[in-house]
């Protein structure tokens, strides 16, 4: 069974600081996503990572993918309420490749303050 | 984009009725979509994966007589909860993953909360 722990599983913080996001396995992975999900709404994707050590920037979101592929980061700089939500990291195994079934990570529930 | 829809947005349901949830892809193909479910305040627990023309596959506790997947066309996949019971009420989410894409496009509908009463 692959899982992806999420850290940490709850998050708030004032307006314009800084924040990371950690999406740790011991299973290596060909490829992750994350997610940002609202209340009462399907998730929607902000970016995909392949290849370790891949760096991502997404205006103020920069995601990294480790370089052995089993964990991945989530980085925002000022962050503002509108990057309030539920993040989920998601990964496509090794062994999954050409299934596309994803396992999905426990999920960081992030509160910016105004 | 690839927009993925889902009807009914919201259902309550008495006790011991069945309820059908449609999981459409509006603009693109799908030969394989994916229902979720998702208890409150927690993450996506995978539930099956719905296959065009075969039967789903199921994952490890879930019922299938439970929770019966047709996948009819390239663009629709339905779930019915059969026999419902209040430990069935959750917010059921799919996906859907274009024919063109790889191993990890998967688009997201926007849910299903069903509340069995």
């Known amino acids: 069974t692959q899982l992806l722990e999420q850290s940490p599983q709850f998050l708030s913080i004032q307006e314009g600081e800084n924040l990371t996001v950690y999406c740790n396995s011991s299973?290596?992975?060909?490829?992750l996503q994350w997610y940002r999900q609202e209340p009462g709404e399907g998730p929607v994707l902000l970016v995909t990572v392949v290849t370790g050590g891949e760096v991502k920037k997404l205006k103020r979101l920069t995601f990294q993918f480790g370089d052995a592929r089993k964990d991945s980061s989530l980085h925002i700089t000022a962050a503002q309420p509108g990057d309030t939500g539920l993040y989920l990291c998601a990964g496509v195994g090794v062994a999954n490749f050409g299934n596309e079934k994803l396992t999905f990570g426990t999920g960081t529930r992030l509160t910016i303050i105004p | 984009g690839a927009v993925v829809s889902q009807h009914p947005s919201r259902v309550i349901c008495k006790s011991g009725t069945s309820v059908k949830i449609e999981c459409r892809s509006l603009d693109f193909q799908a030969t394989t979509m994916f229902w979720y479910r998702q208890f409150p305040k927690k993450s996506l627990m995978l539930m099956a994966t719905s296959n065009e023309g075969s039967k789903a596959t199921y994952e490890q506790g879930v019922e299938k007589d439970k929770f019966l997947i047709n996948h009819a066309s390239l663009t629709l996949s339905t779930l019915t909860v059969t026999s419902a019971h209040p430990e069935d009420s959750s917010f059921y989410i799919c996906s859907a993953n274009p024919l063109r894409g790889g191993a990890y496009e998967q688009y997201f509908g926007p849910g299903t909360r069903l509340t069995v009463t």
């Open positions: 299973s290596v992975f060909s490829s």
